[in-house]
């Protein structure tokens, strides 16, 4: 499985940007996928996460702020962010796994990962 992420940008505080997730490889509609963020100093943390039905799961301090969606025509997984603040500013991944069980596990779980995109949120 390989995952390509985009989309990432420098952005004022209280704008928007959507994050991109490309993957391939087989079975994909089977996996669920995850973004995980790492801003500088600080440990990676998770983001959100998606199951293969489309249920979501979030970090709690980013409910109503962030959208994860997939879009399994395509094998593709989107973060919808909005109201970003300078605190965001991180280099965001995206990962995927098929495990099954628990759908949003820890980091440490999760095999596949894509490159980061850079998320800046500044004036």
């Known amino acids: 499985v390989q995952l390509q992420a985009s989309g990432g940008g420098l952005v004022q505080p209280g704008g928007s940007l959507r994050l991109s997730c490309a993957a391939s490889?087989?079975?994909?509609?089977?996996?669920?996928f995850g973004w995980f963020r790492q801003a500088p100093g600080k440990q990676r943390e998770r983001v959100a996460c998606?199951?293969?039905?489309?249920?979501?799961q979030y970090a709690d301090s980013l409910k109503g702020r962030f959208t994860i969606s997939r879009d399994n025509a395509k094998n593709m997984v989107y973060l919808q962010m909005i109201a970003l603040k300078p605190e965001d500013t991180a280099v965001y991944s995206c990962?995927?796994?098929?495990?099954?069980?628990?759908?949003?596990?820890?980091?440490?779980?999760?095999?596949?990962w894509g490159q980061g995109t850079q998320v800046t949120v500044s004036s």
């Open positions: 490889g087989p079975n994909l509609d089977y996996h669920a």
């Open positions: 998606i199951n293969s039905a489309g249920s979501a």
């Open positions: 990962a995927s796994h098929n495990h099954g069980g628990a759908y949003c596990p820890a980091i440490t779980v999760w095999p596949y």
